[in-house]
Each structure stands twice: as structure tokens, then as C-alpha cells.
């Protein structure tokens, strides 16, 4: 079964740390990985985007990291700041016809002042 | 470019009623998937339409159903509602389904 797993469900850090959020995938046959950020009751803001030929994606202060041989993949935040207290999301999309986005649970991360 | 809008943002219904959600993806976008989102079951996926078909579909009873217009908007309709069913319900578009997708900012129904 093509599964995604966010652990752990929550992280809290003071201001200026930098964090990095795990997501971990079952079947190495991804075709790209992406992940997005969600506020309070608001939809999806997509972060980044990670194709399986690529190692790694940044975006300003955000770097994402791609391991399919390990099935895991790694969000990075530098000098995180309380505007970055949201949940995280990843979703894996695998190879293989009608494919869907499998989405984790989401890290809730609180980033304290 | 506008992002993703789904109408309406809010509704409340009572069991057994049915409602119709609306999804206009961004201009351009052909493909858009539906997914809802519960505190328990976390995203799931219902189904996804490029170029007015369905492409994919998700594990769903047959009262949640949905289409696409020739404009690529969508609309879902869920018949004869029931508690469960209360959940944030979002839509997502793309290019192409296997590219990046965008979001909108869902529809919350309750259903009493």
C-alpha cells in the first residue's frame, strides 16, 4: 500500500532555529513529492515541488530534499520565524497509471517568539 | 493570474439533503482533483477531471459524483448527506495532473 507518514504530528521551536520536517514514503516508484503549507481552516499553499530525478528544490529560506532510496524526503527551514506556525504537508505522487497525490498527516509547527 | 476559487466557502445542511460545490481552476489549468479533508482521516482524494473526464477516482460511495465543464470548471455534488460528510472540501488544479498543483481555499460544509 502507497502510504506517507509525518512524524512527528507536532513540533514546537523558539524563534531563529532552524528545523527540518520529515516525511517518509513507502514505494520507492515516486514520480515527484511536493509540499505545501496550510493555515488555520485556509486551503493549500504549495511550497515546493520535487521531481524523482531531483535531489533537492529551494525557495528562499525553504529547501526540500528528495532520498527515494531511503523514502524519505526533508523539508529544511532557516531561522524560522513565528509567521512560519502552520501545518506542513507532503504529498507523494507515484508512477503508475491513474496515479493520485497520497497525502501525510502534517507536522503542526509552532515557532514560539 | 487569479488562483483557484471555490464558491460557496461555507454551508450548512441538514442529513439527506444534497449540495453542489464549485471549483474554477486557474486560467489555463486543465485539470482539477477534488479532496476532502477531515481532523481524523487527514486529505483524502475523491476524484480528478482533465479536459471534461474523469480520470481518476477515489474510495467513495457513489452519492459523492462530480463533473467538468468545457471551461475546465468543476463542480462535485454529494446526495443524501450524512453526518460524516462534514468536512473542509478542496479542490486542486494543474496543467496536467501530474504536474504541480494549486489549491484553493475549500468549502466548509456542516452538515446537522
Known amino acids: 500500500k502507497q502510504e506517507v507518514t509525518q512524524i512527528p504530528a507536532a513540533l514546537s521551536v523558539p524563534e531563529g532555529e532552524n528545523l527540518v520536517l520529515n516525511c517518509s514514503f513507502t514505494d520507492s516508484a515516486i514520480y515527484n513529492l511536493q509540499w505545501f503549507r496550510q493555515d488555520p481552516g485556509k486551503g493549500l499553499t504549495s511550497l515546493l515541488l520535487?521531481?524523482?530525478?531531483?535531489r533537492e528544490q529551494t525557495s528562499g529560506r525553504l529547501n526540500a530534499s528528495l532520498d527515494k532510496s531511503s523514502g524519505r524526503s526533508t523539508l529544511y527551514i532557516a531561522a524560522s520565524q513565528p509567521g512560519d506556525s502552520a501545518t506542513y504537508l507532503c504529498?507523494?505522487?507515484?508512477?503508475?497509471?491513474?496515479?493520485?497525490?497520497?497525502f501525510g498527516k502534517g507536522i503542526t509547527l509552532s515557532v514560539r517568539p | 493570474k487569479a488562483g483557484v476559487t471555490q464558491t460557496p466557502r461555507y454551508l450548512i445542511k441538514t442529513r439527506g439533503q444534497q449540495v453542489t460545490l464549485s471549483c474554477s481552476p486557474i486560467s489555463g489549468h486543465r485539470s482539477v482533483s477534488w479532496y476532502q479533508q477531515t481532523p481524523g482521516q487527514g486529505l483524502q482524494f475523491l476524484f480528478e477531471?482533465?479536459?471534461?473526464?474523469?480520470?481518476n477516482k477515489g474510495n467513495f460511495p457513489g452519492r459523492f459524483s462530480g463533473r467538468q465543464f468545457s471551461n475546465s470548471r468543476s463542480e462535485m455534488n454529494v446526495s443524501t448527506l450524512e453526518l460524516g460528510d462534514s468536512a473542509l472540501y478542496l479542490c486542486?488544479?494543474?496543467?496536467?495532473?501530474?504536474?504541480?498543483?494549486?489549491f484553493g481555499p475549500g468549502t466548509r460544509l456542516t452538515v446537522l
Open positions: 477531471y482533465f479536459s471534461e473526464t474523469q480520470r
Open positions: 520535487i521531481q524523482s530525478s531531483q
Open positions: 504529498a507523494a505522487r507515484y508512477t503508475g497509471a491513474n496515479s493520485k497525490l497520497t
Open positions: 486542486a488544479s494543474s496543467l496536467n495532473s501530474l504536474l504541480e498543483q494549486f
